[in-house]
């Protein structure tokens, strides 16, 4: 079955520490796209990616580096930059940039905690 | 401009009674508006989508939605609750990209 798979579920990080959230569809989808999600604030537009080796930045971009080195692939590293990493990162990815229409397929999440 | 506001944080009701979780828009153009549920810590699964057919969509699960556009509402509806349909849910408005509500928590009271 197609899908999107993110790992890990679950993720620790130490203070100063940077981490890497792993993304990878096999819908052969165009574009892909990671989200934040606090409590109270909906998900939050981190960075997206229509193509492979392009990506725009979002809404809440800072502390955050990507790379679309694949079309399967969107890797999100959180970077010592981002002053609040807790959250839970969500993962989509769509047929094309998302007009007309076409609703986004989400990932499982990973939930980031710093320790 | 694109916003979405979903305009209660939490809904509770009784099992086998209605629900109504309200979400209002704006948008600049024509939307395509969706409702996405999103069960603990696990990712989003889209309920239902209006993109410009019948004003009155259905979606999985016995939910439906009807797209007002006068009072540029997306209002979700249930006839009856069911224990499993206690999650967060998602409004969102899309144009060229997901503009998502805060959500709604609804818990479902047995």
């Known amino acids: 079955d197609g899908g999107i798979t993110q790992s890990p579920k679950y993720l620790f990080r130490k203070e100063g520490q940077n981490v890497t959230l792993s993304c990878e569809q096999n819908l052969n989808h165009d574009a892909m796209y990671w989200y934040r999600q606090d409590p109270g604030q909906g998900l939050r537009l981190i960075y997206y990616s229509q193509i492979v080796n392009d990506f725009q930045k979002g809404d809440i971009a800072e502390g955050y580096s990507v790379s679309r080195e694949k079309k399967e692939s969107f890797p999100l590293t959180v970077t010592s930059a981002q002053k609040n990493p807790t959250a839970f990162y969500l993962c989509?990815?769509?047929?094309?940039?998302?007009?007309?229409?076409?609703?986004?397929?989400f990932g499982s999440g990973t939930r980031l905690t710093v320790v | 401009a694109q916003s979405v506001t979903q305009l209660d944080s939490h809904v509770s009701v009784s099992e086998g009674t209605p629900v109504l979780l309200r979400c209002n828009y704006s948008?600049?153009?024509?939307?395509?508006l969706f409702w996405y549920v999103q069960h603990p810590n696990k990712g989003l699964q889209l309920l239902l989508k209006?993109?410009?057919?019948?004003?009155l969509v259905k979606g999985i699960n016995g939910f439906e939605a009807e797209f007002k556009k006068s009072e540029t509402s997306f209002h979700l509806t249930k006839p009856s609750a069911h224990m499993s349909d206690a999650a967060e849910y998602f409004c969102v408005v899309l144009p060229n990209q997901f503009y998502f509500g805060t959500g709604t928590s609804l818990t479902v009271i047995p």
């Open positions: 989509a990815s769509s047929i094309g940039r998302a007009q007309g229409g076409y609703g986004y397929t």
């Open positions: 948008s600049s153009y024509s939307p395509s």
């Open positions: 209006y993109t410009s057919a019948a004003t």
